[in-house]
């Protein structure tokens, strides 16, 4: 069983979401809960025991729903159950992004991405395929030891205890890229830009630093902050 990756030289914090309206604190929350799943309740599984919840935990009956999917899926395939990463941030020259979970499928190299929703999205493939895009233009990974292609993706609906897996092709990908520099062309116009505004972006090389700034600029305008 391959050991999931894990930060190196972070610091754990004990952060504080209490001025968070509660749909964000519910939705941290529920993330922390899955990306500390396998680290708590691994050994459980895997011994054949049934993971003992927190009180708090069992008023939720989606995280029970989900320990026996993941029960499930161990039985299934023992040696591709725990995932190769979690909550694993991927950057290259021009993009940057996290992903809630890598599964190893085979020994052939093949991985899937997936990611936690807590209701179904019309976004949902676009994200995935940007993951996937940026994953696949760094391969091979040092995290992610052996894992040569992208060849699925899943959402996996926590609330509703739904997981919806595709096939990831070629074709899908170059067409998915394609129709990302659309969108970055147009952004990157000049008269969609406004000029002068303070923004801070740690990945300067970043293509779509301009498109983060004018959503910033939105984003203070509808908590008004800003009045241009």
Same mark, same amino acid.
């Given at each position: ?6 930060? &190196? ?30 680290? $708590? ?6 011994? =054949?025991?049934?993971? &003992? ?32 990463? +979690?909550?694993?941030?991927?950057? $290259? ?5 996290? +992903? ?31 993951? %996937? ?7 091979? $990974?040092?995290?992610?030891? =052996?894992?040569?292609? +992208? ?7 926590? &609330?509703? $205890? ?5 096939? +990831? ?34 990945? %300067? ?24």
């Amino acid at each position: 069983m391959k050991e999931m990756h894990k930060s &190196k030289g972070r610091r754990k914090e004990s952060l504080n979401y209490i001025d968070y309206e509660w749909f964000l604190r519910d939705g941290i929350e529920n993330h922390l809960w899955l990306q500390t799943f396998y680290e $708590n309740y691994s050994i459980d599984i895997q011994k =054949n025991v049934y993971p &003992k919840l927190k009180k708090s935990d069992k008023k939720d009956s989606w995280k029970m729903a989900f320990i026996d999917n993941e029960i499930k899926r161990f039985r299934q395939a023992p040696d591709f159950w725990e995932p190769l990463a +979690v909550e694993l941030f991927l950057q $290259n020259d021009f993009l940057c992004g996290k +992903v809630d979970r890598i599964d190893k499928l085979d020994n052939q190299g093949c991985c899937r991405i997936v990611e936690y929703k807590s209701s179904p999205s019309d976004f949902e493939e676009k994200e995935l395929l940007f993951y %996937t895009l940026l994953l696949t233009n760094l391969l091979p $990974n040092e995290n992610l030891p =052996n894992i040569t292609n +992208v060849s699925e993706i899943g959402i996996y609906n926590y &609330k509703t $205890n739904e997981f919806y897996i595709a096939q +990831v092709t070629a074709e899908k990908v170059d067409l998915f890229s394609n129709y990302l520099e659309e969108i970055r062309a147009k952004m990157l116009d000049p008269r969609m830009i406004k000029k002068k505004k303070d923004y801070d972006c740690a990945t %300067t090389k970043c293509l779509y630093r301009e498109i983060c700034q004018r959503i910033y600029i939105k984003h203070q305008k509808i908590i008004g902050l800003s009045k241009t």
